[in-house]
């Protein structure tokens, strides 16, 4: 068994495969949650699924779990997500996905019969760039959003989750929440510089920083610009660029562990000479300390009331995400790390600066991560890279993890 490898080049075929659905200029991947463009990935994984002979269910909020019904009692889970933010990657969410497939396969072909069922989950808009908050399909699988909740969520372009389900033809009957897995444990690209940096091929991830989205809207004078003197504007446009920089000095000013991202800003009427009538950004704030990342957000939101009362405009917040920081299981931190080594790869314990799947499963049953390394530390970038060795050697991991999840009692 400890001979036992995965094929390298079925993997890799896979991932091309579906890269090849929504391509984007520079290689990589606009796949938003829900689109046609998904629609047509999940249809594809779908017959790969079918293919490997699994049993497949899809749920009320979309997600796709494939099983391979061997063994008995609660399944050793892998998975992750192929919706892509606008400008996605081949690699991420797409690894965990195809990797799991090609444990199956691995398995399959070498007539290992795993003591569990081993399963496959694709979730539903883990990537929040097109309905909020993120892992939103892990989260409702988990129990930690309800259902009704999550169907009404309405996508930036403006359609009801549910609507663009059923649209799809992903409206599922499985109920949620899941029964728990027995464990879970999922393989993803770094997605930043630091396995590269140290020179080490591979990370087992300790947990996940905590995640704060809120989407601020500036509502102030519209008025023409070229009449208007500037001691009587209103400008929403000067908030935005002020609450900016205040991110970006406070992340600075917290040092290490804080970083801060205004990724989206919407401006109306967006016109040369109109002084704007409203404005929207949105805030990402990410601390791998719960209590720093709570004087952030009080911070932030202490500044955009002083700047909202100086610039003469009116604001407010919504919240879009909040989730605190996970803690990953320390016998599946262990098991990885282990398989790692035995494997003859170089391993380091690191937390993610992402948010994946893994965190919500680490509610409900004892999960953990591997990540291969990102070159250049590049995502959420069409230039995310990493090579067909590291994706290769990750996948063994993956399944010599999963062989001794099925293994190991954590009563
Ligand atoms: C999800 O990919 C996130 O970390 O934003
Ligand atoms: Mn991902
Ligand atoms: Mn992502």
Redesign the pocket.
Known sequence: MKSLRINGQRLMDRIMALAAISPIEGGGNCRLALTDEDKEGRDLVVTWMKDLGLEISIDVVGNIIGVWNVGSGASVMTGSHIDTVRTGGKYDGNLGVLAGLEVIETLQQAGVTPSRPISVGVFTD???ARFAP?MLGSLVFVGGLSVEEALDIRAIDGPRLGDELQRIGYAGNTPCPQRPPHAFVELHIEQGPLLEANGVRFGAVTGVQGISWQELTIIGQSNHAGTTPMRLRRDPVVVVAEVAKFLHDLALRFGDNQVCTVGKIDVHPSLINVVAAKATMTLDVRNTDEMLLRKAEEEISSFIADIGKREGVTTSARTLARFEPVQFDQRVIDIIHRHATDLGETVQFMPSG??HDAQMLARVCPTAMIFTQSKDGLSHNAAEYTSPEDLEDGANILLHTMLTLAETDFS
């Open positions: 883990e990537e929040g993120d992402a948010g």
